[in-house]
C-alpha cells in the first residue's frame, strides 16, 4: 500500500492559523510541523511543561520532574512531585461563569426525552455523588465496577469516584455473567454501579438478573447500586437506587482527593485470545493527560463546541470521548441506542438537532451509512467541522466518502490508532498537513512511533509491527497485579521496544497505514499482508458491504485466503456469481496466488459493540479450535450463522 490515488485533504486557511495545533506550533516558536514534532520527541520534559498549560491542566502541586524511569522504560513514573485530580480540570469550567451554563452534557436515549446537564449542574452532581458514595464507605483506591448505558448517569459516576480518589472499573453493558466476574473479581471490587436495563431496537434489555447472578459469585461485592430504566420495572423494596445516593448529601460537598499522578483512578479491561482479560490501569497523570492533549493536537476540540461519537461506557471508547469532550469545555452528546433505530436518519438527525461540530464514527458504520446513503443523509449536516474515524483501519473508498458527505468536501477526517493501553494516539492526524485518504499523516506528538522489522529496524514502504521506542504519556502503568503478562505483551517481543501487535506500514512520502492486528497477519505465498489490504479492495466493489479476511493453514502456500462478505442491499444477483467477481477481482488486483480458495457470503459477521469485526473468531471457528473470550461478541447470532454456514459448506 502507498498514497492513494484519491483526493488528498488540504489544510484550510483557518486550519493553518487558527487551529489548537497551531496555536501551540507559535507558541513553542514554530512553523514547521515537522520540527515541531521532532522537538516533542527530543525535548519531552519542555514540551510537556507548555502542553499542560496549553490544555490549562488544573495541578493543586506542580511536578518538579517530567518522568522518572529509574524503574525501567516498562514502568515510568511521571510528573513526580505534583499532586492533581483529573477531575478538577474538568470543573474548572463550572466554575467559569463564562461557561457555567454552558451545556456539559446532553443524554438522548432511543425512547426517552433527552437530559441536557449545564457545567454548573455537573460540578454539583458530581460533588453530591461522591459524597453520597462516601456515605456507603467508598474510600481512596477502592475499585467500583460501573455497567451502565452511557449517558448522565456513567459520566457522573466516572467522575464522581476519581473525584473521590476511588477506581473505577468499566464493564460493557451487554457482557454476561462470566465476563462480569471475571473482571470484578480480578481487580477485587468492592462495589458494583450497575443499570436495570436499557433499550435496544424499541425493545427493553432487562440486565438485572445478569448483574445479580453475577454478584452471586463475588464475595467481595459489598452493594449494589441500581441506576433505574425508566423503561423497565420498578426497584425492588430495598434496592439502593442511584438517584438517591446522587442526592443523599446535598450541601455536603468536600474538596476532591489530592492524588499522586501515578495514582489509578481507573482499571479497563480488555478482552484477550484467552479467557483471562487483560486489565490495564491508568492513572490521574497518564491517560487524562494524554487525552487533554490528544484532543486539542489531534481532534482540534475548542471550548463551545459540541460533540459526539457515541461509545459504550465499558471499551475504552466511552472514557476517551467523555475525557475529550469535557476536559476543553466541549459539551458531549451521548447516545445509547442502535444508530440505525428507527432508521439510518438517526444519528444524522442528533447532529442536526444538536449542531454537532465534532463528529466521530467507526469504520463500520460509516460503511453502514454509504450503503443507505439515500436515507442517511436527509438531515442537515452542516454543522460539522472535524470527522474522527477510529477502531479498526478504514478502506480509501469510504474514507472519501464519509469526508465528501458528512464533512461536505472540506472537512477533515482525523484518523487514529491507539487502543486501551495506549490512552489514545500512536498515530493520527493534523489539520496543519495534508492528509490523504485512510491515512495517518503523523505520529502523535510526544510518542516516539516506529515501524520495524522482525530484528527493531526502521523500515519504509514494507509491512512491519508498529513500535514505539520510549515511554510515552497515557501508557499503562501496567496491567493490575499482572507486570508479567504486561511485559509478555509489549515490552519482551523485541527488547527496549514496546510492541503494539499492530501490523503497520510507513511509506515515502510519510503517511502511515495500519493493516490489522500482528495476530491477524496472512503470509501466503511467502509474502506478508494485512487483512486490510484485502479488505480494501473488497469494500471498493459496489457490490460488497463488509468483509474479513482470513489467513488459514495450506501445504503448498503455507496459507490460503478465505474470504467473508456481506453483499450490499441493492445485490440482486446470484451468491454465486458473487464469489466468482470477488476471487476474480482479488486475483486481478494483487496477484494469481493471492486468488481466494473460498468465499463466503453472509448476512452477517462477528463483530464487537464498537463494531470491530472478529477476525480472531472467525478464524477459530473456520479452524474448528478454541473460541477464546467472547465477551467482546455483540452479535452471537452472526457466530451462529457463521458455524452453520461452515457446517453446510464442508465437503
Not at 477533515?412 to 489539520?431: M, R
Not at 504519556?473 to 499492530?502: C, K, N
Request: aromatic letters at 8%; charged letters at 20%.
Amino acid at each position: 500500500m502507498t498514497t492513494n490515488d484519491l483526493a488528498v485533504w488540504q489544510p484550510r486557511a483557518e486550519d493553518l492559523t487558527n487551529s489548537n495545533i497551531a496555536r501551540l506550533m507559535k507558541r513553542l516558536g514554530f512553523t514547521d510541523y515537522d520540527a515541531f514534532y521532532r522537538f516533542s520527541i527530543e525535548q519531552p520534559a519542555q514540551y510537556w511543561k507548555e502542553v499542560n498549560a496549553f490544555c490549562g491542566i488544573v495541578w493543586s502541586t506542580d511536578y518538579t520532574q517530567y518522568v522518572d524511569t529509574s524503574g525501567g522504560a516498562e514502568f515510568p513514573r511521571w510528573f513526580t512531585g505534583g499532586e492533581l485530580n483529573w477531575v478538577d480540570t474538568v470543573l474548572r469550567w463550572s466554575d467559569n461563569p463564562a461557561t457555567a451554563q454552558q451545556p456539559a452534557l446532553i443524554a438522548e436515549r432511543e425512547q426517552i426525552a433527552a437530559e441536557t446537564v449545564t457545567f454548573a449542574e455537573l460540578k454539583t452532581r458530581v460533588q453530591n455523588f461522591a459524597a453520597g458514595m462516601a456515605s456507603l464507605g467508598v474510600k481512596r483506591g477502592d475499585r467500583v465496577g460501573l455497567l451502565i448505558e452511557n449517558g448522565i448517569e456513567a459520566n457522573v459516576t466516572l467522575l464522581g469516584l476519581s473525584y473521590l480518589g476511588a477506581i473505577v472499573v468499566p464493564l460493557f453493558s451487554g457482557f454476561g455473567v462470566d465476563a462480569i466476574v471475571a473482571r470484578l473479581s480480578s481487580c477485587t471490587a468492592r462495589m458494583l454501579v450497575a443499570s436495570t436495563g436499557f433499550s435496544r431496537r424499541g425493545n427493553f434489555v432487562d440486565a438485572r438478573a445478569i448483574i445479580e447472578a453475577a454478584c452471586k459469585q463475588l464475595p467481595t461485592i459489598e452493594t449494589i447500586i441500581w441506576k433505574h430504566s425508566p423503561e423497565g420495572p420498578p426497584l425492588s423494596v430495598g434496592d439502593i437506587n442511584w438517584a438517591h445516593v446522587a442526592n443523599s448529601t446535598p450541601g455536603q460537598q468536600t474538596p476532591s482527593a489530592r492524588m499522586s499522578p501515578d495514582d489509578p483512578f481507573m482499571v479497563i479491561y480488555t478482552s484477550g485470545t484467552t479467557g483471562k482479560p487483560k486489565g490495564p490501569v491508568h492513572t490521574h497523570g497518564g491517560f487524562p493527560l494524554k487525552m487533554a492533549h490528544d484532543s486539542l493536537v489531534h481532534f482540534d476540540i475548542r471550548q463551545g463546541d459540541v460533540v459526539c461519537w457515541p461509545a459504550d461506557m465499558g471499551w475504552i471508547a466511552g472514557p476517551l470521548v467523555s475525557t475529550m469532550a469535557l476536559l476543553n469545555g466541549a459539551t458531549l452528546v451521548t447516545y445509547d441506542g442502535a444508530p440505525d433505530y428507527p432508521n439510518w436518519t438517526r444519528m444524522g438527525k442528533l447532529i442536526e438537532r444538536y449542531g454537532v461540530t465534532v463528529y466521530g464514527a467507526s469504520p463500520t458504520l460509516i460503511r453502514g451509512y454509504a450503503s443507505h446513503a439515500e436515507i442517511a443523509l436527509q438531515p442537515d449536516l452542516s454543522s460539522i467541522r472535524l470527522l474522527i474515524t477510529a477502531g479498526e483501519p478504514i478502506d480509501p473508498v469510504h474514507f472519501k466518502w464519509f469526508e465528501t458527505h458528512f464533512g461536505h468536501g472540506t472537512c477533515p477526517i482525523i484518523n487514529v490508532t491507539g487502543g486501551t493501553e495506549a490512552s489514545c494516539a500512536l498515530l493520527s492526524s493534523v489539520v496543519v498537513k495534508p492528509i490523504a485518504a485512510a491515512s495517518f499523516n503523523t505520529a502523535s506528538p510526544g510518542v516516539m512511533t516506529d515501524v520495524v522489522d522482525a530484528a527493531g529496524e526502521s523500515v519504509r514502504n514494507a509491512i512491519g509491527e508498529l513500535s514505539i521506542r520510549a515511554p510515552f504519556v497515557g501508557m499503562t502503568q501496567s496491567f493490575w497485579m499482572d507486570d508479567e503478562r504486561y511485559l509478555d505483551s509489549y515490552w519482551r517481543a523485541i527488547p527496549g521496544q514496546w510492541i503494539h501487535g499492530d501490523l503497520a506500514l510507513h511509506d515515502d512520502k510519510g503517511y502511515f497505514y495500519i493493516l490489522g492486528r500482528s495476530d491477524d497477519t496472512l503470509k501466503i505465498a511467502g509474502k506478508r499482508l494485512g487483512p486490510a489490504e484485502v479488505e480494501e479492495i473488497l469494500l471498493a466493489l459496489k457490490d460488497v458491504s463488509e468483509a474479513a479476511a482470513i489467513g488459514v493453514s495450506d501445504p503448498s502456500k503455507g496459507q490460503k485466503l478465505v474470504i467473508f462478505v456481506i453483499a450490499s442491499p441493492d445485490y440482486k444477483g446470484e451468491p454465486a456469481a458473487l464469489e466468482a467477481m470477488i476471487k476474480d477481482h482479488v486475483a486481478d488486483r494483487m496477484g494469481k496466488p493471492f486468488r481466494p480458495s473460498r468465499v463466503y457470503i453472509m448476512k452477517d459477521l462477528p463483530k464487537t459493540r464498537s463494531q470491530k469485526v472478529m477476525r480472531r473468531l472467525i478464524r477459530n471457528i473456520f479452524m474448528q479450535e478454541t473460541l477464546g473470550d467472547l465477551s467482546a461478541l455483540n452479535n452471537p447470532s452472526a457466530m451462529e450463522e457463521l458455524q452453520q454456514v461452515l457446517k453446510n459448506s464442508a465437503p
